[in-house]
């Protein structure tokens, strides 16, 4: 179905017992407006891109920002083809696109081995991370309208402060260490990381394909099975 992803908006029609009757919303305008700035630039119009592009922007940000954006992405084509890697990534969070447009770009290589790099850095409070506190305290309090939330950013880490918020009742808990260990271990960023992704570029044959191919099928270098 087409239109922008809002609940609300959904038509629904539960069709099994495994299937939640959401259509998949496989267009959206923000979609349309940012493939159109892409092509223009990849033309050499980085000029008119930028038209396009700013519908997008101006929707989300204050029109300061927005003119910050148009003079950093604008001043060549390069400038705005990394724009576009940003933006879409900022825009289809979650929407299952972003693999295909790293694919597509030719950079899913880098990007994935810069993330591997990022995650292990996190893991480890190192690089960019580094400072990080180690707890972070919350306040879900029925009484409140919102969960509070501190110890997420560099800083948040004062004594009194924390012993004060312990004595209201805030509740503890180590996002980085579990039981004196990484929380975030090397095998779960390996579990999301293949050595050459732009091999490995499709999802593996499930298991009952592959039994019922008479040997004529198989998920091999870096795949595993799925089981059905």
Do not use: H
């Not at 850095?121 to 879900?140: F, H, M, Q, S």
């Amino acid at each position: 179905m087409f239109g922008k992803l809002r609940y609300e908006w959904m038509k629904r029609m539960v069709t099994s017992t495994n299937d939640d009757g959401i259509n998949w919303q496989y267009m959206r305008l923000a979609d349309v407006y940012l493939m159109a700035a892409e092509a223009e630039n990849e033309l050499g119009n980085t000029s008119a891109a930028w038209n396009y592009m700013k519908p997008v922007l101006d929707r989300a940000l204050p029109s300061a920002k927005v003119a910050v954006l148009q003079a950093e992405y604008t001043a060549s084509q390069q400038a705005f083809r990394e724009g576009i890697y940003e933006q879409r990534a900022l825009e289809f969070a979650g929407e299952a696109l972003r693999k295909q447009d790293l694919i597509r770009w030719g950079i899913i290589d880098q990007k994935m081995a810069e993330a591997k790099t990022k995650l292990t850095e996190l893991a480890n409070r190192t690089g960019y991370y580094a400072g990080l506190p180690d707890k972070v305290y919350i306040n879900n309090a029925e009484d409140k309208d919102a969960i509070e939330v501190y110890g997420l950013f560099w800083g948040e880490d004062d004594p009194e402060k924390i012993s004060k918020l312990t004595a209201a009742g805030w509740e503890s808990k180590n996002w980085f260490v579990s039981n004196s260990a990484n929380a975030l271990t090397e095998g779960n960023i390996d579990g999301l990381y293949v050595n050459t992704p732009s091999t490995n570029c499709l999802w593996p044959i499930w298991q009952c394909f592959i039994d019922a191919s008479n040997n004529q099928l198989n998920n091999d270098g870096n795949y595993g099975q799925l089981s059905d």
